[in-house]
């Protein structure tokens, strides 16, 4: 008696260029098809006195009397995990080094902060001088004069 051996059937052959046209028309299908943003993605009005919100934050920091140099950035609307805010970095020293921290603001509050990670580019933003006094964004902090004695 003979073994049989099991074969599998032989399909037909197909080009590479068949498969690249069905790959581009599968691209074209696909680049049509448009993905709306969530209505609460549309933009809102920014916080005007989002200055103040920040000042307001910096008061729970431990050091916040040895760190120097404040600079904040213009908002930017970002997508984040708490979903669509404001975002704002501040730039300051801390004694020789350069810190960037990240505020997310929806409404009128803070609703995530932390050091800033790479997404949120703040190395990549444009700053300007804030005071941590009055949370006037434009002017620096004025410093402080050590008595002389």
């Known amino acids: 008696m003979k073994a049989t051996t099991w074969r599998q059937p032989r399909r037909p052959a197909r080009s590479s260029a068949v498969w690249a046209a069905a790959l581009l028309a599968a691209g074209a299908i696909l680049a049509q098809c448009g993905v709306a943003l969530p209505q609460e993605a549309t933009q809102p009005v920014p ?31 970002v997508h984040a995990e708490t979903g669509w805010n404001w975002l704002t970095c501040l730039r300051y020293d801390d004694h020789s080094a350069t810190r960037f921290y990240s505020f997310f603001i929806a409404g009128d509050s803070i609703v995530n902060e932390r050091y800033d990670v790479r997404t949120d580019q703040c190395t990549a933003q444009q700053y300007a001088p804030f005071d941590v006094t009055t949370g006037t964004v434009g002017s620096s902090t004025p410093l402080v004069q050590q008595p002389i004695y």
């Open 47 to 77: 916080p005007a006195n989002y200055g103040a919100l920040i000042v307001k934050a910096l008061k729970a920091f431990k050091n916040l009397a040895s760190y120097s140099n404040f600079q904040i950035s213009p908002l930017r609307w």
